[in-house]
């Protein structure tokens, strides 16, 4: 559907490929949190999924703050520190497409690559920051 020229950005969840052992370790507890959450009516759900922040990301971006004071990269290791400058809306509408999303699949890096290869992309850039996998390919 894109036309010659013309430019595709994409983003989809990441399979954690460049995430260490503590992140993937925690993945599974997630995962589940969102399969249970997910199969709600869509009131409970969207309670469910905003109001999770408060006691799962919340703490962790508060560490991180804290490590982000032991030096400049540190910090970054800590689960979800992503969202320590981050307002509160964008913390709860990310977790409500986390946890609301009935249906997730992951990919790779060489899996998005692989796909947009195929598809006749070129130019494929993907940011190095988070959140992953945002990338950029023209046709």
């Known amino acids: 559907m894109l036309k010659p020229g013309g430019w595709l950005l994409l983003y989809v ?9 503590v992140y993937r370790a925690l993945f599974p507890i997630a995962d589940a949190c969102r399969r249970v959450v997910s199969r709600l009516p869509a ?3 969207f309670l469910g999924a905003t109001s999770s922040p408060r006691p799962v990301y919340l703490p962790l971006v508060a560490l991180a703050r804290i490590v982000r004071l032991a030096g400049p990269r540190a910090w970054t290791n800590v689960p979800l520190a992503y969202y320590v400058d981050k307002p509160w809306k964008i913390i709860r509408n990310d ?9 997730e699949k992951r990919f790779s890096r060489e899996d998005i690559r692989g796909m947009l290869e195929r598809a ?15 990338v950029v390919a023209c046709r």
């Open 13 to 21: 969840y990441y399979a954690l490929d460049n995430r260490g052992a």
């Open 43 to 45: 009131r409970m759900k």
């Open 95 to 103: 977790s409500l497409d986390r946890f609301g999303t009935p249906l």
């Open 120 to 134: 006749g992309l070129t130019r494929i850039r993907f940011s190095d920051s988070q959140p992953f996998w945002h």
